[in-house]
DNA sequence: AACTATGTTGCGTATTATACAACATTATCG
DNA sequence: CGATAATGTTGTATAATACGCAACATAGTT
């Protein structure tokens, strides 16, 4: 289909001036662009009357412009993370058998943006669209570890095995962020165990976790590292998908 | 000085974008900026084609897309001053519960580059990227105050606080810098008051301003002092590990 | 299955972006 | 420090280009 050709340029001006560290000048657009002075000067113009690009006073040289921010600021809050992540609920579940779901952060909670059920009858159901605290779920814990939130001091109890001191959720979260991984162990639900890993993005950040939640009785302490290991490989090749280098 | 047309509507689009959770489609943007349907969609395609918007293959909505995060990433890059102040954000949100932001001084206004959103119904909402006057905010007041920048001769008045006298904020001023703090009590913006202390670096360069901003309701005269006492503590830290010495 | 809403393609026209040139301003070099 | 080179901005005429109209294609709805 058809190109616009100016807004083409204006883009491609964009991408110039990402790679290049000191801003640039106008003769050096119309060079790269093979197109006139005058015509680079005022697709300039264009550009930083929106923000895109700002010039220096002094040196008349131009270099991106906060207008930037904003748009990459609207990309990282509500990043594509459901779709790509979708299939790989599917996948887990399939393997697993157990339940799968995703959550990010959100007003210090975790909130469930994705499910998939488990084919078996016991299983355990989480309306998406809920929010759980951080501090006795697998996903929560993940968002809380990677994210370095500060411990909250009071930690509601909901099961015996729930953790309620905050020093030893401190020491709890800095094994989560050694391990890659966390659980939950009956600490929110008793007779429900869980398993989550954190999802990277661009730079290294942490968009949300996924993991798994079955009854104890089919999630053993015996099966825990493998599944661990099956989620963090999923959940893994997913970040670099998303743009992580990690 | 002239405005390309067509580059002017792509980058109007990406404006849209920004705030669009869901996408928009072709007619959408067509109506909002008031051009035909083919026009919107060439320009779209030439958007999507070098990345800068994504065509859900379902539902053909379009939204920003990865090459933001490329343009994004170059300009944090030149600020690293951001990496190291998120999580002073995301402690100052927490214990307060207000909104957390941080502005650094541009173009005689205050950018703001990065923000902790509070987990409060009622809250501040500031879009990164924009920016704000000097004078009548709090992170405006700080970067005024400790780059001793002249004082503007022209204040604009925004609301019946804010100070339009250039005599009475220099006076202002020297105060700020002996608080070592800044307030905005509902001088921008009725009903909203802010804090705001300074972020020092290598040799006592002032390199930005970190602050909260919430209602009035919240934010009381009562509770000034020891808000403002917990900022200083936090930035101050910040600013010895960002090679301060002061 | 008929209809409505939405996105894409073809095409003639005229608006609009373009290159050229002159001018203004800032670096660079002797 | 002054002459010269390099860079950025402003007119202007031309022609290329983006525009809107209309027809077509596709998807969603009742």
Redesign the pocket.
């Given at each position: 289909?058809a190109i616009?050709?100016?807004l083409a340029?204006g883009l491609e001006i964009l991408d110039l001036l990402a790679n290049a560290d000191n801003g640039m000048?106008?003769?050096?657009f119309a060079q790269h662009l093979d197109?006139?002075?005058?015509?680079a000067?005022?697709?300039?113009?264009t550009l930083a009357s929106y923000g895109y690009t700002e010039?220096d006073a002094?040196?008349?040289?131009y270099t991106l412009g906060p207008r930037i921010l904003t748009l990459s600021n609207s990309v990282l809050n509500r990043m594509p993370l459901r779709d790509h992540a979708r299939p790989v609920l599917a996948k887990l579940t399939h393997a697993t058998g157990e339940c799968s779901h995703m959550a990010i952060l959100s007003h210090g909670k975790a909130l469930y943006i994705d499910q998939v059920e488990s084919p078996s009858i016991l299983r355990v159901e989480t309306e998406i669209g809920t929010m759980s605290p951080l501090h006795c779920t697998a996903l929560g814990k993940i968002l809380l570890a990677f994210n370095r939130l500060p411990i909250p001091q009071t930690l509601n109890s909901y099961t015996p095995r729930t953790i309620t001191n905050p020093a030893e959720l401190e020491l709890h979260m800095v094994q989560v962020r050694k391990q890659g991984y966390a659980t939950d162990d009956e600490e929110h639900v008793l007779g429900v165990r869980c398993l989550a890993a954190p999802v990277y993005g661009f730079r290294g950040r942490v968009l949300g976790a996924i993991g798994i939640s079955g009854p104890s009785g089919r999630m053993t302490y015996e099966k825990l590292p493998e599944l661990a290991d099956y989620i963090i490989e999923l959940v893994t090749d997913l970040s670099h998908r998303l743009g992580s280098m990690q």
């Open positions: 289909m616009i050709q100016s340029r000048g106008i003769t050096e197109i006139d002075k005058s015509s000067s005022r697709l300039l113009h010039q002094d040196t008349r040289r």
